[in-house]
């Protein structure tokens, strides 16, 4: 099994990444990825473009350093902002990276997924379609290889009452057809919401419209580390999926599902 969502103290997360390596080789996993958090407006959580002659100086380190059964990948979990992707475009261009997981924490100014208070401020349905319009055009950007968390809007437990409706499925097919993968997040468990991202619903429409699926802890401690994986697992199983997708040098690939022991 792969985990492609881990979070380092070069962003947010409180580890180092020989920690998060060895949790990795304890739970038998095939890869795993790191995808500290980039963004390009200056926030306390992730890197910005000041620290990334110093993330790549670590990757390069780590990766000679981590040689053992688990392969390690580089990624980064990137903020998607529809006005700067061409000034993205010529920064993720120059970096040698496995893959980009594309991201949306910001809706307009308001961080939401930081401050759940914001969330009275706005009409639920309206809320719904501005974010899936967002993750739609995030797709469509040809910037990334995944989308990050993919109904993280339902974070603090404020869902649609009828679930799935048009937006979401016009986001489902500007996801398919850009081939871009979903990961299944797990640390939604964790979450008032208390699920997975997506929900189950929203993977098995993914899984309809052959939409690949990766698998992430968002680990922000090496403890979190394959955080819920034999449910993730089985979900993915109950659904149909057979393989993950992996990538390598922005490509990506498959491997068949495994239960790590
Ligand atoms: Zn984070
Ligand atoms: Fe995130
Ligand atoms: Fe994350």
Known sequence: MIDYHIHTSLSDGS???????????????????F????????????MGLDDLPAWKKRMQRVRKECSGSCRVKTGLEVDYFPEREEEL??????????????????????????????????????LYEYYYNLIKKAAESGLFNMIGHLDLVKKFGHRLADGLDEIMTRTLEAISNAGLAVELNTSGRNKPCRDFYP??????????????????????????????FPDAIDMLKKIGYTRVAVFEKRQIGFQPIRVPQ
């Open 89 to 126: 475009r010529a920064v993720l261009d120059r970096l040698p990276l496995d893959y980009v997981i594309g991201s949306v924490h910001f809706l307009g100014t308001w961080n939401f997924d930081s401050s759940p208070d914001g969330y009275d401020e706005w009409d639920l349905r309206h």
């Open 15 to 33: 580890g180092e990444h020989r920690e998060y390596y060895n949790e990795a080789l304890r739970l038998g996993l095939s890869e795993m990825g």
């Open 35 to 46: 995808s500290d958090h980039f963004c390009l407006r200056p926030v306390p959580w992730a």
């Open 199 to 228: 929900s189950y619903t929203l993977l098995e429409q993914c899984y309809q419209l052959d939409i690949p699926v990766t698998l992430g802890s968002d680990a922000h401690n090496p403890g979190d580390v394959g955080q819920h």
